[in-house]
């Protein structure tokens, strides 16, 4: 038997995009999948297949999996954990194949939830129904998450992990959906878990206590010390409900670069940091959220000195006082800023300026023909997003322009 590692199942796509007054476009959630694929990340939970508006969107994802620019990251469906929502689900994307099945477990969450409608032995049943449901109509791997998993009895926990595993769930997720545990409850809950259960884990962390990173590393580590893979689930930029999630690039630096952690707990698929500071940057820019000055290896400040003793030694040598460099998330290239006539493509622009742009990416066409048929799914890209697009953006539009049509095509489907 291999020892067990680390994966990273990101959830930008799902648990971001609930963040209130914040949202991505279907162009932009599709960027962040292909960003996440170059880092290697084993799966992004790319949406809701339940969700009528996410259909085509969904749909342009698993056929840019079929042609390889979505591989080999899995994209995977969160649903409800009832046999509608499986059985909607593989109405409306058959060819979806990866699912997170979803319900709550605590006592809180039942009883203020269902409102003494159900109790744990019904929220059993409808895990194993919606399980068996997913398997039946050919899910290749179905995952179960125990949403409030931190004040969940854990008797109930091993119960209900237990039966997701008989019934053929590929890994149960310990959900701390309000930020609950602290480091050492979570650590002692998922080793628990994992030896009494035997089921990869999967970690899902909010940062209500501003724990959910540190949370994340003591439960990989419980869960790889009770002999089972550990799915520690992050988000770009921490960006998710209330206070967040755990942020993607600061939890891969903890489980790399703190002290002996990598010697002992390793990773199961490489991941590639150097693709860290774009995928920040675009979430940034995609969500309108500012990156903190003192966020981990892509904030203002990670590599600005400004005190004269440390100034000096940095200088000396750059790991007097920093702990990874600069070159490692993919930052040093200096970031130009037009300043003079500057020539934006909207959903407004005519077919010269769209030409002149796509120029300087080095991007020709045929002819005036293809311009204009590029620039139109540009401008119905710009409508939606409403703000320009950028480089990321208008390159794969040029390139895939038939994926980019059913990204941008949103119209309500008959009941």
Not at 8 to 35: C, H, M, P
Not at 79 to 85: E, I, L
Not at 291 to 302: C, K, R, W
Request: aromatic share 8%; with cysteine.
């Amino acid at each position: 038997m291999t020892n067990p590692n680390i994966y990273f199942i990101d959830v930008t796509n799902r648990d971001g995009v609930q963040t209130a007054n914040l949202g991505l476009s279907k162009l932009e959630k599709t960027i962040v999948n292909i960003y996440l694929n170059e880092m290697g990340i084993f799966q992004s939970e790319f949406g809701f297949p339940t969700t009528r508006h996410e259909t085509f969107y969904l749909q342009a994802n698993l056929e840019l999996a079929k042609m390889g620019v979505l591989n080999p990251i899995r994209l995977g469906g969160w649903v409800r954990a009832t046999p509608a929502d499986v059985e909607t689900t593989f109405k409306l994307v058959p060819g979806i194949k990866h699912l997170n099945l979803s319900i709550s477990t605590s006592d809180q969450m039942i009883n203020g939830k269902f409102k003494g409608k159900k109790d744990k032995n019904d929220v059993l049943e409808m895990m194993i129904d919606a399980l068996e449901t997913a398997k039946a109509l050919g899910a290749e791997s179905v995952g179960v998450n125990a949403e409030d998993s931190s004040r969940t009895d854990m008797d109930f926990l091993i119960k209900y992990a237990s039966a997701a595993k008989d019934h053929g769930a590929c890994r149960i997720r310990y959900c701390d959906t309000l930020g609950y545990d602290n480091p050492f409850s979570i650590y002692q809950a998922i080793k628990t878990l994992a030896e009494n259960v035997g089921l990869p884990i999967g970690i899902h962390c909010h940062n209500d206590l501003g724990m959910a990173v540190a949370n994340s590393v003591a439960a990989a580590m419980a869960a790889i010390d009770g002999g089972q893979d550990a799915y520690i689930n992050v988000t770009v930029n921490g960006i998710g409900e209330r206070t967040g999630n755990a942020d993607l690039v600061s939890t891969v630096l903890a489980v790399t670069k703190s002290k002996g952690f990598a010697e002992k707990y390793q990773l199961g698929r490489p991941i590639d940091l150097t693709k860290a500071w774009r995928i920040a940057k675009f979430a940034s820019y995609a969500f309108g959220v500012p990156i903190s000055i003192n966020q981990p290896g892509v904030g203002t400040n990670v590599f600005a000195h400004a005190s004269g003793i440390h100034a000096d030694g940095v200088l000396k040598d750059p790991s007097n006082y920093e702990l990874y460099h600069f070159s490692e998330i993919g930052r040093g290239e200096p970031e130009l800023v037009q300043t003079g006539t500057a020539i934006c493509s909207g959903e407004y622009s005519g077919v010269s300026g769209f030409r002149h742009i796509m120029g300087k990416m080095e991007v020709s066409f045929k002819d005036s023909d293809e311009a204009r048929e590029i620039l139109e799914l540009v401008r119905y890209a710009n409508v939606e997003a409403q703000k320009p697009l950028v480089e990321e953006e208008l390159l794969f539009i040029a390139k895939y322009p038939q994926i980019a049509k059913q990204l941008l095509t949103l119209k309500p489907l008959d009941y």
